[in-house]
């Protein structure tokens, strides 16, 4: 199977996404033919209710009962199916009109090295709802073939630098900080290279919950009050993950704060930015050639004390997405809606510079809304 795969159809296609910081649901509507994207629609996020969320955390912490996963999964479709029909109404389309959802779903356990990736998401009952095709499922195929399953997003990333027009010279890396943080490197022969860095906000929204109640450090603005602790930031970044050459990919409790424990409130988010910030520039040194700018999409754009540490850490431009003109609430679920289309086509949606899958993989199981 080849990469670009031939007969791709032009078509409406809704993505959802709910990451790792277990924050909500983003909705995305574009037009694709799973190599261009023509336009871009309406876009949503849709928070958690705090039971669904706390049920969630619960079982991605491995503190949920095992009969508990049927009843969440459901709850967490039905609350995309809502998402998807909320995004629909602003858009005025119909189901009619949209070809293809992606769903990919909530991971709750990642472990490639073991061959385990498991995303909660009933494909079949979203497609029954929205009476739309569902593709989800997106990462098992490349987990079983050898491969990561992780990152997802590069071939769309690169499919918006080849028609954005005020680009910065190539090659750039892409970062998306959710949970986890990981690197998209695109160079000048549009040749692709991603891996998960390490971590992105989990951990510092876990400490701000376990510290203050609150669910992240808005603005940055507790971090920014702290001191890094030095001592505690070479003990976390003394972790073998870090230097280890991609592709490579991480469960999002892959780290803890335990180094972290004596340290005030301030002090260890502070911390907690000084390392995310430090393994994102780690990671850039592993790319095969120094990226001439970072654009950084996902949640962590917002944390004004992380960009700062990231410009601090790293000697080339770092901005937001929105400078180029991409939509980053919103790039994670265009994703899933772009890879629903190629999927539908049979191209690949991962590659061996992208997951280390030893052969371009396709993937996704398609669930018929009829």
């Known amino acids: 199977?080849?990469?670009?795969?031939?007969?791709?159809?032009?078509?409406?296609?809704?993505?959802?996404?709910?990451?790792?910081?277990?924050?909500?649901?983003?909705?995305?509507?574009?037009?694709t033919d799973g190599e261009q994207v023509f336009e871009f629609g309406p876009w949503l996020t849709v928070p958690y209710d705090t039971g669904l969320s706390q049920a969630l955390r619960a079982l991605t912490d491995g503190k949920g009962k095992d009969k508990e996963v049927f009843k969440v999964e459901a709850a967490l479709t039905e609350a995309?199916?809502?998402?998807?029909q909320s995004l629909m109404a602003m858009a005025e389309f119909g189901a009619k009109n949209i070809r293809v959802v992606g769903f990919h779903g909530h991971t709750i356990w990642h472990d490639p090295a073991h061959g385990v990736t498991r995303q909660l998401g009933d494909g079949a009952l979203l497609a029954r709802r929205l009476e739309i095709d569902v593709v989800n499922d997106f990462r098992t195929a490349d987990v079983a073939a050898g491969g990561q399953g992780a990152p997802l997003a590069p071939l769309y990333h690169r499919a918006l630098v080849r028609t954005t027009e005020k680009l910065p010279a190539l090659p750039i890396a892409v970062l998306n900080l959710g949970g986890v943080a990981n690197i998209t490197w695109?160079?000048?022969?549009?040749?692709?290279?991603?891996?998960?860095?390490?971590?992105?906000?989990?951990?510092?929204d876990d400490w701000l919950r376990s510290r203050t109640g609150e669910p992240f450090d808005r603005d940055g603005a507790l971090a920014a009050r702290g001191r890094v602790d030095e001592l505690a930031l070479k003990t976390l970044l003394s972790n073998g993950y870090f230097l280890a050459p991609p592709p490579k990919s991480l469960d999002r409790n892959a780290f803890d704060s335990n180094a972290l424990s004596a340290l005030s409130d301030e002090d260890g988010a502070a911390t907690l930015v000084a390392f995310t910030a430090q393994t994102v520039a780690l990671g850039l040194d592993l790319c095969p050639a120094r990226a001439r700018h970072l654009l950084v999409t996902g949640g962590g754009r917002y944390n004004a004390c992380l960009l700062a540490a990231l410009a601090?850490?790293?000697?080339?431009?770092?901005?937001?997405?929105?400078?180029?003109?991409?939509?980053?609430?919103?790039?994670?679920?265009?994703?899933?809606?772009?890879?629903?289309?190629?999927?539908?086509?049979?191209?690949?949606?991962?590659?061996?510079?992208?997951?280390?899958?030893?052969?371009?993989?396709?993937?996704?199981?398609?669930?018929?809304?009829?």
Request: charged share 15%; proline share 4%; glycine share 12%.
């Open 186 to 204: 695109i160079g000048n022969d549009n040749a692709l290279h991603a891996f998960d860095t390490g971590p992105g906000c989990a951990l510092i």
């Open 1 to 31: 199977m080849n990469e670009n795969s031939a007969g791709l159809v032009r078509v409406y296609a809704l993505g959802l996404m709910s990451g790792t910081s277990l924050d909500g649901i983003d909705a995305a509507l574009i037009c």
């Open 80 to 84: 995309h199916a809502a998402a998807a």
């Open 312 to 370: 601090e850490r790293i000697d080339i431009t770092v901005e937001p997405v929105e400078t180029v003109g991409w939509r980053g609430d919103a790039l994670e679920a265009e994703a899933f809606a772009y890879l629903a289309v190629r999927s539908l086509s049979g191209a690949v949606l991962t590659l061996p510079e992208t997951t280390g899958v030893p052969h371009q993989q396709c993937g996704g199981v398609l669930h018929r809304a009829g």
